[in-house]
């Protein structure tokens, strides 16, 4: 069976302090793989997604950047966090190239950057 | 721009009602819909996948129906217990199957 793994699940970070987050997909192949972003108040916003090794969508303007070393690893950086990037972020991933696949999703990782 | 709005943002009903969460979309243009359940601190997880040329889903005690060309869906949840006190969110793929736009969610709670 498939498992998505997200790490770590909490994180405090200074302004200006660099970050990365982490994702891995097991049990599948060419996952398509996106995290979202969760501001407290405000709804689930997209801010990347990948079709394929080192294949990334932007799809919001900002400081954070997001890679695609292997498969079935996908991760969120920034190099100098600002206090606005704080809220619960979610890595998830679908089946790649089906048009009727659900959406799964990590367990999340609370940032909170003070 | 696809935009997602899910009415009502919070609702609060004693255990055993039957209730009825809403989800609109502004382009109808769509491959499905899914509704997502989201505990507190915690990931979503999908409950319910409508295809466009479907009508409904069911699920246990759930039911989602799909008018694709009115651009609404709705979720029924039959004689609530407390544990499906969450917040219920909807979404629809921007284009194709995906990614996804997701609307704010309905924070439901059930009381005993």
């Known amino acids: 069976s498939q498992t998505i793994h997200q790490w770590p699940a909490t994180l405090v970070q200074p302004v200006g302090s660099p970050l990365s987050l982490e994702c891995t997909v097991e049990?599948?192949?060419?996952?398509?793989l996106y995290w979202y972003r969760q501001a407290a108040g405000r709804g689930l916003q997209l801010l990347f997604y990948?079709?394929?090794?080192?294949?990334i969508s932007s799809e919001v303007p900002q400081n954070l950047s997001a890679s695609r070393p292997q498969d079935r690893q996908f991760i969120l950086s920034s190099k100098k966090l600002l206090l606005s990037d704080s809220g619960f972020y979610l890595c998830?991933?679908?089946?790649?190239?089906?048009?009727?696949?659900?959406?799964?999703f990590g367990s999340g990782t609370q940032l909170s950057v003070l | 721009k696809q935009e997602v709005t899910q009415i009502p943002a919070a609702l609060s009903v004693p255990e055993g009602e039957n209730l009825v969460l809403n989800c609109s979309f502004t382009?109808?243009?769509?491959?499905?819909l899914q509704w997502f359940r989201q505990d507190p601190g915690k990931g979503l997880t999908s409950l319910l996948l409508?295809?466009?040329?479907?009508r409904e889903q069911t699920s246990g005690r759930l039911n989602a129906s799909l008018d694709k060309s009115s651009g609404r869906s709705t979720l029924y949840i039959a004689a609530s217990q407390p544990g499906d006190s969450a917040t219920y969110l909807c979404?629809?793929?921007?284009?194709?199957?995906?990614?996804?736009?997701f609307g704010k969610g309905t924070r439901l709670s059930v009381i005993a």
């Open positions: 979404a629809v793929p921007v284009s194709g199957n995906t990614p996804l736009v």
């Open positions: 990948s079709v394929g090794i080192g294949q």
């Open positions: 049990g599948t192949s060419n996952p398509n």
């Open positions: 409508i295809q466009s040329s479907q």
């Open positions: 998830a991933w679908s089946v790649r190239g089906a048009t009727n696949e659900k959406l799964f």
């Open positions: 382009d109808s243009a769509i491959y499905n």
